[in-house]
């Protein structure tokens, strides 16, 4: 068989079985926290810059509003966010961090470094790594729009 085309051999493959490597990593982390994955990225997000419109967290996050929306609800209903109407064009939701909401930002703030340690690289070296999947993602992005 051409070794090509085996998983192995893929880069592909190497980052895909590695995006399940850290799920598997976080998933505990996160479970005290009552959030999956892409409900912390979100959270994340608004810890930095709470009220922000979903069409923001979309791009930012690269989720469409399909995926996104079911997040949003599920963390509302959590008491988490809420949503509301921007007042200066109804037609932009945004998203704003309750006092719960808030409240869960000390109780994750223990996560990066639980994660750092579990992945075991210097702080220069998983910057490194990171610069590289973030050129290759955007490489990946560019060839897909040309």
């Not at 505990?28 to 979100?42: D, G, V």
């Not at 070296?125 to 993602?137: C, F, N, V, Y």
Request: glycine share 4%.
């Amino acid at each position: 068989m051409d070794p090509l085309l085996e998983p192995e051999a893929l880069l592909c493959f190497a980052i895909y079985s590695a995006g399940h490597a850290f799920n598997r990593a976080y998933r505990p982390l996160l479970q005290e926290l009552e959030l999956t994955y892409p409900q912390y990225l979100i959270m994340l997000l608004l810890w930095r810059q709470d009220g922000m419109a979903v069409k923001d967290l979309g791009e930012r996050l690269f989720l469409d509003s399909g995926t996104l929306t079911p997040l949003l609800k599920r963390l509302e209903s959590a008491g988490l966010v809420k949503r509301e109407r921007d007042a200066r064009d109804q037609r932009v939701v945004l998203i704003s961090l309750t006092p719960a909401g808030h409240e869960l930002r000390a109780r994750a703030a223990k996560v990066p470094q639980a994660m750092a340690e579990a992945i075991g690289r210097s702080d220069e070296d998983r910057a490194s790594l990171q610069r590289e999947i973030i050129r290759l993602r955007d490489m990946l992005n560019a060839a897909v729009l040309e």
